[in-house]
């Protein structure tokens, strides 16, 4: 079965520290992942995504993210964290579909950065 | 701003009731994307179109359909409305046809509250 996890319901960070949040997959085939971010009310905001290539991918707001084939782990990253960086951080796999492709969110990781 | 536009913001029924959800993409986009988002469930995949044909199918209920106008807007149907609708409803589009590294761009949500 396809799927994603994220494995920690909350990540608690100072600002000025590095923060990561965890993300696993299990899919068959090449995987395409993705890290977005909802801030409060608001629809999800792409970060980025790792398609093939360098494993670690840089996206907006100074995150990165860090392909693991072998671990099947696709973690978000950032080396420096800021108050305003707080949200609900989703990891997203896109799998094969009959007819299309869906994707597949985990289950969301709060972030919270305490200044 | 994601230039994806959904309405109403907000909505209030009562079980029994039918309403519909609309979602404008971005421009250029073909593809449209629906989503439940609730506490439980977290954020689910429902169905996607893609120039006014479905492409996939997620998890979306008998009572829940969908279509993608000429104009490229789309609509979300839910009847027989229950408690358990409740939920934040996105919509999300992206460029062609939903190929598998294309990221989604959110629309800002409909709530919809069933009393």
């Known amino acids: 079965a396809q799927s994603v996890a994220q494995p920690e319901d909350q990540v608690n960070v100072a600002e000025g520290n590095p923060l990561t949040v965890k993300c696993t997959y299990s899919v068959s085939g090449n995987p395409y992942l993705f890290w977005y971010v909802q801030y409060p009310n608001r629809g999800l905001q792409f970060l980025l995504k790792?398609?093939?290539?360098?494993?670690l991918v840089k996206g907006s707001y100074g995150f990165e993210a860090e392909f693991n084939k072998s671990q099947t782990s696709f973690h978000l990253k950032k080396p420096s964290a800021l108050v305003s960086d707080s949200a609900l951080y989703f990891c997203?796999?896109?799998?094969?579909?009959?007819?299309?492709?869906?994707?597949?969110f985990g289950a969301g990781t709060r972030l919270f950065v305490k200044a | 701003d994601s230039g994806v536009t959904q309405t109403p913001k907000h909505l209030i029924t009562a079980t029994g009731q039918r309403v519909t959800l609309r979602c404008s993409p971005r421009s250029g986009d073909l593809s449209v994307y629906w989503y439940q988002q609730s506490l439980d469930q977290g954020l689910q995949f429902l169905i996607q179109?893609?120039?006014?044909?479905?492409?996939a199918k997620g998890n979306i209920l008998e009572r829940f359909s969908a279509q993608q106008f000429p104009d490229l807007h789309s609509e979300l149907n839910l009847s027989s409305l229950e408690l358990g609708d409740s939920a934040l409803y996105f919509c999300?589009?992206?460029?062609?046809?939903?190929?598998?590294?294309?990221?989604?761009?959110f629309g800002p949500g409909t709530r919809l509250t069933v009393l």
């Open positions: 790792y398609i093939t290539g360098d494993n």
């Open positions: 999300a589009s992206s460029v062609g046809w939903g190929a598998s590294y294309n990221e989604q761009f």
């Open positions: 179109y893609y120039n006014g044909e479905e492409r």
């Open positions: 997203a796999v896109r799998a094969s579909n009959t007819g299309g492709f869906k994707t597949i």
